[in-house]
């Protein structure tokens, strides 16, 4: 049997927020969006309700910002970040 070890978030994104810098995960990162509209800026990926997206540990992307209310789901395969990025203030944010 295999054990993992699985984050797991929901996030929800006021219009023009997001994520202000390119960084990677210490894991892999699943995303499905419930609602909304998510942009990648960096690649014009766009993640609208049913998407689903992948970022493989270690792949570096952002930065990021919802075009309009937005809920999605995130899970990760193990811890969230190597360290704190420098746009959280909370370190339960980070983990």
Request: aromatic share 10%; net charge negative; glycine share 8%.
């Amino acid at each position: 049997m295999i054990q993992l070890e699985l984050n797991t978030a929901v996030r929800a994104d006021e219009r023009s927020a997001g994520i202000p810098q390119p960084h990677y995960h210490a894991s892999n990162q699943f995303m499905i969006c419930l609602s909304g509209k998510y942009e990648y800026t960096a690649t014009g990926v766009v993640l609208t309700a049913g998407s689903f997206y992948c970022n493989p540990k270690g792949n570096v992307h952002g930065p990021a910002v919802a075009h309009e209310e937005t809920v999605v789901i995130e899970v990760y395969d193990g811890p969230h970040y190597p360290e704190k990025p420098s746009w959280y203030t909370d370190e339960r944010d980070a983990r």
